[in-house]
C-alpha cells in the first residue's frame, strides 16, 4: 500500500509542477483539468502523510522497546505501539476505499428526467411525487435546482418534468435513483379502495460541460415558437421559445420555461450537450456494468429499482434488498439513508474487484 501512495504522492507533485508552468497556464482546459485532478488527490495525499506519519511513529516506538531498561518507559512504549496499530489498521482500511477508482463523473451537475410510465392518473401523480421528493432532498443538500421543461398530467402531477441540479458531488449522490420507481397504493381516483401499482421512470445524467463535448454550431438547427401553458402574458405572443436540432444525430431538444429566448438558448444547449454525452457516457456504463454483479447504476431505464408501498409504509430498494419502514420521511425528501447503503454496496463490490 505504502509503495502506491507514493506513486499517487509523485504523481500529485508533478501536476502541482504542470500548473505552475506558463505554457499549461495558456491552456485553460488543461489547466481546468490539471486543477481538478489536483484537488481530487488531495484527500489521499492528507491521508498518505498521517499514515506515513503513523508508520514512522511505530518504527521509533519499536526501538524504544529494543533498547530501553526501564520498565516504566517500556510500559508506556508498549501502549502507545498498541494504540498507533490499531490506527495503523483504521487507517489502512479508509485508504483503501479512497484508493478505489472514483466515477469520474461524480463531481458533475446532474440532469434528471421523471416521466410517468404505467398507471394513467396515478403514474403521473406519483412522478409529481418523485420530483417533490428531490425537490425537498435538493434543499437538505443545498443545490440549486432549475426546471428545463414538463407536461403537466391531467389530474395533477406530470406526465415528463425535465430539471438541472447543481452544487457540490451532485451526480455522484442522485446516480442512484436512475431507473424505475414502483408504488403501490389506493389512487384518489379509485372509488372501491383497491390497491394499485403504478410506476414512473426516473434519468440521472451527468451534465456535459463545454469541455466534454464541442458542438459546432454548423450541425445545430435553431428554431424558435411561440410558448405554450401558464406563463402570462407574454405566452402565444413572443416567439421565446427554442427548439434545437443537433442534425448529424437527429436530436431534438426544446426549452419554453423563460420569458428570455436567449436564456432558453442557454438551457437547450445544457441539454443537448448532456444528451450527445449520454451516448458516449452509456458505453461507459456498459462497460462497467458488465464486470459488477450488483451495479447499482447501470444507466438501464427498463430496471424496476425500488417499490414505494403505502399501506405498509415501507420501501424497498430491489437492488440491495433494503426495506425501510420511513415512508412517508423519505418521499418529504429524506433519501439519504437509500443512497448511502447504495454507496456501501456499491463500493464493498469495487474494494472486492481490486483486491481480486
Avoid at 49 to 61: F, G, H, L, R
Avoid at 127 to 137: T, V
Avoid at 176 to 183: A, F, Q
Amino acid at each position: 500500500m505504502i509503495d502506491k501512495l507514493e506513486g499517487i504522492y509523485k504523481r500529485w507533485q508533478e501536476i502541482g509542477e504542470q500548473m505552475n508552468d506558463p505554457g499549461v497556464m495558456t491552456d485553460m482546459k488543461k489547466f481546468i483539468k490539471l486543477n481538478k485532478d489536483y484537488k481530487e488527490l488531495q484527500p489521499i495525499i492528507d491521508a498518505y502523510k498521517e499514515y506515513a506519519n503513523v508508520i514512522a511513529n511505530i518504527d521509533s516506538t519499536k526501538v524504544v522497546l529494543k533498547t530501553e531498561k526501564d520498565e516504566e518507559f517500556r510500559e508506556m512504549a508498549k501502549q502507545e505501539l498498541q494504540e498507533l496499530s490499531e490506527r495503523k489498521k483504521s487507517m489502512e482500511e479508509k485508504i483503501r476505499f479512497m484508493l478505489i477508482p472514483k466515477d469520474p463523473q461524480d463531481d458533475k451537475n446532474a440532469l434528471v428526467e421523471i416521466r410517468a410510465g404505467a398507471g394513467g392518473d396515478e403514474a403521473s401523480i406519483f412522478a409529481g411525487d418523485l420530483y417533490r421528493m428531490y425537490l425537498k432532498f435538493c434543499e437538505t443538500k443545498k443545490w440549486k435546482v432549475e426546471e428545463v421543461s414538463l407536461t403537466e398530467g391531467t389530474v395533477g402531477g406530470f406526465k415528463e418534468i425535465i430539471f438541472n441540479i447543481s452544487g457540490v458531488n451532485v451526480y455522484g449522490q442522485m446516480k442512484y435513483e436512475s431507473g424505475v420507481h414502483r408504488v403501490q397504493r389506493v389512487p384518489k381516483t379509485e372509488t372501491q379502495g383497491r390497491v394499485h401499482t403504478s410506476a414512473a421512470s426516473v434519468v440521472v445524467l451527468p451534465e456535459a460541460d463545454e469541455f466534454d463535448i464541442e458542438l459546432k454550431q454548423e450541425d445545430i438547427r435553431r428554431d424558435t415558437y411561440c410558448s405554450s401553458g401558464p406563463g402570462g402574458q407574454s405566452v402565444n405572443t413572443t416567439y421565446s421559445a427554442v427548439r434545437l436540432t443537433h442534425i448529424p444525430t437527429n436530436t431534438v431538444v426544446t426549452c419554453q420555461d423563460q420569458k428570455s429566448q436567449i436564456k432558453n438558448f442557454d438551457k437547450a444547449m445544457k441539454v443537448l450537450r448532456t444528451r450527445l454525452y449520454e451516448i458516449e457516457y452509456k458505453k461507459y456504463l456498459d462497460q462497467i456494468s458488465s464486470q459488477r454483479k450488483t451495479m447499482v447504476s447501470t444507466g438501464d431505464r427498463s430496471a424496476k429499482i425500488r417499490t414505494y408501498n403505502w399501506p405498509q409504509g415501507r420501501v424497498t430498494d430491489h437492488r440491495i434488498n433494503l426495506t425501510l419502514y420511513n415512508l412517508q420521511e423519505i418521499i418529504n425528501g429524506n433519501v439519504q439513508e437509500l443512497i448511502d447503503n447504495l454507496q456501501l454496496a456499491e463500493n464493498a463490490e469495487r474494494l472486492k474487484q481490486e483486491l481480486g
